[in-house]
């Protein structure tokens, strides 16, 4: 299954989550993956963790967060989810604060990690209108259709 069509399937979405702090972001929305099976409470913890030993490594583009450790790390299976923020957060990362969208990814491969989960976000961050309409968006069934919108192109 792939990234859309898990999004979809598993209704993984939370619309203007309230947050104070980028932790407090990844706790909160990283329940899409624990919720669906996809990561134990112990692979969010591991973000955070590495985020504050090795910076904001999850941070990949202006806005945008990728919240994920390794495969070993508490990942359970494929699974991805997307948050959007009511206010944007700073992740402590000068080019890209704050950030408002976090697209979580559990992968318990590398390979899926790698040839799967990691191309099909970015694929989807490149479409930089769908990202900033999904930031816009208010409510779940907004950003279902985008993403079933991007998907169709």
């Given at each position: 299954m792939g990234f859309t069509e898990y999004i979809v399937?598993?209704?993984?979405?939370?619309?203007?989550?309230?947050?104070?702090?980028?932790?407090?972001?990844?706790?909160?929305?990283?329940?899409?993956?624990?919720?669906n099976g996809a990561a134990s409470e112990d692979y969010l913890a591991t973000i955070i963790r590495k985020c504050k030993d090795n910076g904001?490594?999850?941070?990949?583009?202006?806005?945008?967060?990728?919240?994920?450790?390794?495969?070993?790390?508490?990942?359970?299976?494929?699974g991805y989810g997307i948050v959007t923020l009511k206010m944007p957060v700073s992740f402590k990362d000068p080019d890209n604060d704050p950030i408002s969208l976090l697209i979580f990814?559990?992968?318990?491969?590398?390979?899926?990690h790698n040839?799967?989960?990691?191309?099909?976000?970015a694929d989807l961050c490149d479409d930089e209108d769908a990202v900033?309409?999904?930031?816009?968006?208010?409510?779940?069934?907004?950003?279902?259709?985008?993403?079933e919108n991007v998907e169709g192109e």
């Open positions: 399937e598993k209704k993984a979405v939370i619309c203007g989550l309230e947050v104070d702090t980028w932790e407090d972001a990844i706790l909160k929305g990283g329940r899409i993956l624990v919720d904001p490594y999850i941070v990949i583009a202006p806005g945008i967060a990728m919240p994920h450790a390794r495969p070993e790390e508490g990942a359970l299976s494929l990814m559990a992968a318990p491969s590398v390979k899926e040839e799967e989960a990691v191309s099909q976000i900033e309409a999904m930031i816009k968006a208010s409510d779940v069934s907004e950003i279902l259709t985008i993403l």
